[in-house]
């Protein structure tokens, strides 16, 4: 798979998710580096802190390579039904979902090699 | 995420069939009858039970399980709901169609073709398991073309790890043709596959007649095997914290609801997204459910039967549930009765167990659904057999994509236009 098509069906699968609830707002926004690349993701819906931890645990599915590459590949494809942030955590290497003052919420996510570190990644911090 | 240690409990069912084998046949006998499945015809409908006894059939069912197993070993995966899945599915399959030789060279050859793209076998790990449903392909070419062996034996081989190299694209394709709505997504992948096979076939003059070796013998054993298994499972939980026991089974309740409450669109990995004493909880009510269905109905205990409740079990973790199978079933035995089918014969029977397939449509989009989506895969389950002419042993998995597709296409057609319309 390029690159490119990887952002397309990450922020494809993420937009799916967050439009599902109806906000009046979203931002998604993509940073890329040389080893890996960042993607932010905010709307302005309340959400509870169950729903947080629910999108939490979606999104931290941890790196299935077995998964990835075959279920994987419906990933931001298959619009039908539930959007599946599973299938976003197969593909990530980090996921970190905050409430913003606005009222909506951050998610940031992180998608790199191996060799690729999140940590070094700036906006992170600033968040 | 550290592997839960009570899913190594799969190497316990195979071991204690290993065990069953030996004392049921003796060692010799249950090893010449193993030898003896290795090459006889695995298409549909072939019954090993029926054809070389129970002993022999319970060591290629552990045999096939213990490579499935040391397949994943090696590729260094963790055991999970899909894994088990998979290997749940080979092992019930080794009851009649799949043996250690006809299922090496495809999981081979889908190996190959990751290195191909440049991945690692281990990405295609699941498509190599799950694609050993086009097994008796192999076993066709080696032992039935009437060609010398010399000559059979490599292009049996040859054959398979062609196959095997061709599965992940056709897989990968079919997948978004009923978008995770069919659980045997490698049956519709194979039932494309097997016409190409049987045609093929047809062109070059060497027909493929029908198979139809289906036991009705009564063995208390055969019957016992599954609530074997049930019983390793409830141990499982219990492992967990044994000195807790009132506390984990309410836990494992809690879990078994929340299970419940999923639609089990793939990959929906219970263990993964649940919990693993709630996924062996359902694991347990399902494989319950079904064991007293085929009790009460009194179907027969043979191989394909005890394929069909095995695949179940290891889909208890990986999408089915009590509550989105039941419509589907239910839309089964009504066009059973509307079509005056007889419910003892291999069709209506296989479709009863392996239909359950279309359980996410159910879970997604509601009973009523799921029962017209059970119907219609009754009608179609009926035909597709002679399609391919029984080379793809996930037959049910074909017909299951097929109506998934159908469905999946109207609803998103009808969604999709709905919508369009509100915005203009």
Not at chain 2, 309 to 321: D, R, V, W
Request: hydrophobic share 50%; net charge neutral; charged share 15%.
């Amino acid at each position: 798979m390029k690159r490119h098509d990887l952002y397309v069906q990450l922020i494809s699968e993420l937009a799916n998710y967050l439009l599902r609830n109806n906000p009046k707002k979203m931002v998604i926004s993509l940073h890329l580096e040389n080893d890996g690349f960042h993607i932010v993701a905010i709307d302005d819906r309340y959400h509870s802190d169950e729903e947080i931890a629910e999108i939490e645990q979606g999104l931290k599915m941890h790196q299935r390579p077995e998964l990835a590459s075959y279920y994987g590949t419906m990933l931001g494809r298959d619009l039908l039904g539930d959007a599946r942030l599973e299938l976003i955590g197969y593909h990530v290497k980090g996921a970190k979902v905050e409430k913003i003052p606005e009222g909506g919420i951050m998610i940031n996510l992180w998608v790199g090699s191996d060799d690729f570190n999140p940590a070094m990644f700036t906006i992170d911090e600033k968040a | 995420m550290e592997q839960p240690k009570t899913l190594n409990a799969f190497m316990l069912i195979v071991l204690v069939f290993i065990f069953l084998a030996g004392i049921i046949e003796g060692g010799t006998q249950a090893i010449l009858g193993f030898l003896q499945l290795q090459i006889t015809p695995a298409r549909l409908v072939s019954d090993f039970i029926a054809i070389a006894g129970v002993g022999s059939t319970l060591l290629n069912v552990s045999t096939v399980g213990f490579l499935g197993y040391g397949f994943l070993a090696i590729n260094k995966l963790r055991l999970t709901g899909a894994s088990l899945a998979a290997l749940f599915t080979m092992m019930g399959f080794a009851f009649f169609g799949k043996t250690p030789f006809n299922c090496l060279p495809i999981m081979l050859g889908v190996s190959f073709s990751a290195l191909l793209v440049r991945k690692k076998p281990r990405d295609y790990a699941l498509i190599a398991i799950f694609g050993t449903a086009m097994g008796p392909l192999i076993t066709f070419i080696a032992f039935e073309l009437g060609v010398k062996s010399f000559l059979a034996l490599p292009a049996s081989f040859a054959i398979g790890l062609g196959v095997g190299l061709i599965l992940p694209p056709i897989a990968i394709a079919m997948l978004r043709l009923h978008q995770g709505y069919n659980l045997y997504n490698m049956g519709l992948t194979a039932g494309f596959l097997g016409l190409f096979a049987a045609s093929l076939s047809h062109a070059t003059g060497a027909d493929i007649l029908p198979i139809e070796i289906w036991g009705t013998a009564h063995s208390p054993i055969l019957v016992a095997l599954l609530p074997i298994v049930l019983l390793i499972a409830l141990f499982c939980i219990v492992k967990e914290d044994p000195k807790n026991i009132v506390a984990l089974f309410r836990h494992a309740y809690l879990d078994f609801r929340k299970i419940l409450g999923m639609s089990g669109r793939l990959p929906s990995d219970f263990s993964d997204f649940v919990s693993t004493k709630g996924a062996f909880l359902n694991m347990i009510v399902l494989g319950l459910s079904f064991w007293l269905l085929m009790l009460i109905i009194e179907a027969p205990f043979n191989g394909p039967v005890l394929g069909g409740l095995f695949t179940i079990l290891g889909f208890s973790f990986f999408g089915k549930h009590i509550k989105n199978v039941f419509p589907i079933v239910l839309g089964i035995v009504v066009a059973i009765f509307v079509f005056d089918k007889d419910l003892y014969e291999p069709g209506p029977l296989l479709a009863i167990l392996f239909g359950t397939a279309l359980a996410p449509l159910s879970g997604e989009f509601g009973p009523l659904l799921g029962f017209v989506a059970g119907f219609l895969h009754l009608v179609i389950v009926d035909r597709t057999c002679f399609w391919h002419g029984g080379m793809a042993l996930y037959n049910n998995g074909f017909a299951a994509g097929l109506t998934a597709t159908l469905i999946v296409s109207v609803i998103d057609w009808y969604r999709s236009s709905k919508v369009a319309n509100k915005v203009e």
